[in-house]
């Protein structure tokens, strides 16, 4: 690829990522069900707010333009946020810049106001105050700050179910000499588990495996809170949930307030499950030796146990207080499909063929020379759905394949057969497990409460998800 090529593709990177800042900052102001007074004072709070752009930069941005992002995603939805990748040259000249930059290495408590009036002294014009604060910050010659003092924060629980999950992820016991880690997602209001899964790595394809089955069952929450790690902040997570019109909220460095209540919940989980698990030969307690066994353990501690006890703080039964909202509408499978999935950008050749991770796909020749999305599971390489400027393209049809899912979906390895050890004592997984299968009988539907909707879904769209693993 040329270094035009890769210069286009940062670009359309770069306006991807722009798009999905607008989202993330107009969310909560663009929600329908709030009065026109309600609108006006949280676009005004947003406007005197600093926030943090997609380049990193600590930005103000209008009201007026809040507004104009307000409306441009209600005629347009997602993608009308997103804006040009043109490139867009720099309109300070270069020899302001670096008396600018000199000007601030030369004594670091000057403020871009004050270094904003030495240039006008000297050179007759000056760029404006933020243009100095962005160049500051973005070459890291911002000066130190004071230290800020500690805040107090009351207790706060969201007011309904649905309305705030709660999302973070707990490093667990060893399985047949693995690491593993748990996904989960808790709401609010009810402290009830929506969503779970065991697994060998902390990445974006286990989270998926926790949260597309929660969004399926329980509904679409408005808020998921998360911190800062890894796979919390990829741009699939990113996708998915301005996809499902979900506002994304993460932790502020340093600043975890609001995630006590799945800290907590952690900790009853390696009290009451993880310690009943033996993570070595010779241990006390069930010697697991696969993933599905250790989902399943913990899909029965949860409903049986966890769910139908009194917490508390809330002074009810998790199930029950979340079940008291119900029913939750839940997203359709075409919607919830592509939501999960993910995408790429190439420029078709003059052959009409594409290249993605080794992969070589035929397209419509009308589409020679232009950059198109693809659009995929990453779990399977061999069925690309192509779009241009957001539009439906196609397909694009497998000519030459060398690998079948995407380098990033790694599936969880296999595990060996099951050792033979004799145990001695009681079992307490394996009552729970007895326990949530005599008395539920079967899985609560939670879907099923949710009304039928009334768009006919096209069967024909395949729906495939991250997060199917062994």
Excluded at 65 to 84: K, Y
Aim: proline fraction near 7%; aromatic fraction near 8%.
């Amino acid at each position: 690829m040329s270094k035009k090529d890769d210069d286009e593709a940062a670009r359309t990177e770069r306006a991807r990522r722009i798009g999905l800042f607008r989202y993330m900052l107009i969310r909560e102001a663009a929600d329908p069900s709030l009065t026109r007074h309600q609108r006006g004072a949280l676009v005004r709070k947003l406007a005197q707010a600093e926030h943090i752009d997609a380049d990193g930069r600590p930005v103000r941005i209008s009201r007026y333009t809040i507004d104009r992002w307000i409306l441009e995603w209600r005629q347009g939805g997602f993608d009308a946020l997103v804006p040009s990748p043109r490139q867009s040259q720099p309109r300070t000249p270069p020899e302001v810049v670096e008396l600018a930059m000199a000007l601030k290495k030369e004594n670091p408590d000057r403020a871009a106001a004050q270094v904003r009036r030495i240039l006008r002294a000297q050179m007759g014009w000056a760029p404006d105050e933020r243009t100095l604060q962005r160049m500051f910050h973005k070459t890291g010659l911002v000066a130190l700050k004071r230290a800020r003092p500690k805040d107090s924060f009351g207790r706060f629980e969201a007011d309904r179910p649905n309305e705030l999950w709660v999302g973070d992820a707990l490093h667990g016991p060893r399985i047949d000499g693995r690491k593993t880690y748990l996904f989960a997602f808790l709401d609010d209001h009810s402290r009830a588990v929506v969503g779970h899964r065991w697994g060998f790595m902390e990445d974006t394809v286990r989270l998926a495996a926790a949260l597309r089955p929660a969004l399926a069952a329980r509904g679409v929450p408005q808020y998921i809170y998360v911190d800062n790690g890894s796979a919390f902040v990829d741009s699939w997570l990113l996708r998915a949930c301005a996809k499902l019109g979900i506002k994304l909220v993460h932790s502020a460095p340093g600043r975890p307030e609001g995630r006590g209540k799945i800290e907590r919940f952690f900790r009853t989980v390696n009290g009451e499950f993880t310690v009943e698990i033996a993570s070595g030969a010779g241990e006390v307690g069930r010697e697991i030796t696969d993933l599905a066994e250790m989902n399943r353990l913990f899909t029965a501690w949860v409903e049986n146990i966890y769910h139908r006890r009194m917490h508390s703080e809330t002074k009810a039964e998790p199930l029950a207080r979340w079940m008291a909202g119900a029913p939750f509408p839940v997203p359709q499978p075409a919607a919830l499909a592509e939501a999960f999935r993910w995408s790429e950008n190439r420029r078709v050749a003059k052959t009409a063929t594409i290249s993605l991770h080794g992969n070589r796909y035929q397209v419509d020749p009308q589409l020679v020379g232009h950059r198109v999305e693809l659009v995929f599971d990453p779990f399977d390489l061999t069925v690309l759905r192509v779009r241009l400027d957001g539009k439906d393209a196609g397909t694009a049809s497998p000519f030459q394949i060398e690998r079948h899912s995407h380098p990033k979906a790694k599936p969880e390895t296999p595990a060996e057969e099951p050792k033979t050890t004799t145990t001695t004592g009681i079992d307490y997984l394996g009552l729970v497990d007895t326990a949530h299968s005599n008395h539920l009988g079967q899985k609560i539907n939670y879907a099923a409460l949710a009304p039928a909707p009334a768009v006919t879904v096209d069967l024909t769209t395949e729906d495939t998800s991250p997060g199917r693993e062994a």
